[in-house]
């Protein structure tokens, strides 16, 4: 017996690349500069203008990258304490453990999957140097409570907005709360370099001395260099440079990037519109008036007895060409590595849990046409009816 086609395939997400982009690549192909240019320092200037005023940017090779980097420059190691959510990628966690500090998992609100500045506050020790904060699915943490009660611990505030590009609390984008923010251009994020990220930072001095961190730790680049190939390595150092191929992708892309979130917010209200009634099914949203999310995706949390159907229903949609997603499969704790390493109490961490083993994340963005978002929406209310 044969099985039929779906009648459309639509992937979870798809990079959004143009012939422009196409052309910025094979320009720099042209040339004769890869690395250490005008395209990854011009693309550090247009982020900056894109996030909004007095911020210094610094290109690199990932999120993950940026993550290390801001731990390793604000000196937080061994015998520090530092606040994460048990509800996000592996990344934002091992960058913590990859400078010798120990993360300390916090439960996240049922409502938007994001900690809360009470879960936080109940974490705090004398031994916490610092907050690991993520904005879920790019949904705004509550930055102005958090931040209050991080300058009130005197703690630092490291902003993991690797699927938050456009997100912004009160009109000021993520990643300007705190003392740093690092972002990811993956190919399924808003933007994308192939692999690469940005570090972000209010305060120029740290932004420098990370640019300095990510490239071997010398201390001067080669548009400062008096005498050419002379320079100083004061300090340690790492490459996680980004090439200017990678840079110039990212210039064009950026260019688009109103476009890409606008259909990206009209996906996820048409969506939204298509299931809010539906029996047992939660959307994950701001619930803040001031809160702008990024819309990267639209995820929901399958209540009362569709919890348990949840592979059932993921399976029904891979069978009918709807592309999904889990953000993310595990709460972090729950790990192999972690899960070894500082054991899992499955009673601490229950709406992380929640979010990990019943939630559905559905496509929304550029890759997608509007009939397709009206497909995905019956093909989904069909998977529950059915499942
Ligand atoms: C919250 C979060 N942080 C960090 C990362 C890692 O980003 P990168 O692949 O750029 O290192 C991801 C990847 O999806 C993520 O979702």
New binding site residues.
Partial sequence: MSIAAPARVIPFARPWITEEDRRAVAEVLEGHILTHGPQGQSFEAEFAAFLGPEVSCVTVS??????HLAYLHFGIGPGDEVIVPAQ??A??VHAVEWVGATPVFVDCDPATGNVTAEGIAAAVTPRTKAIGL?H?IGIPCDMPRIMALAQRHDLKVIE?C??ALGARHGGRHVGLFGDAG?????P??HLTTG???MFVSRHPAVAGAVARLRAFGVDRSHTERAVPGLYDVPSLGLNYRMSELQAALGRSQLRRIDENLARRRAHFTILRASLRAVPDVRILEATEPDAATSHYCLSVVLEGPLAARRNAILAALTAAGVGTSV??PHPVPRLQYYRARYGYDASRWTQAQRISDQSIALPVGPHLADDDVEYVAQRFIHAVEES
Avoid: N, Q, R, W
Avoid at 62 to 67: D, E, P, T
């Fill in positions: 990932s999120c993950m990258a940026a993550l996000t990628h990344a934002t993520v879920f993991d690797a699927i690092c972002f990811s251009f993956y399924v994020k692999e690469g990220g953000y993310y």
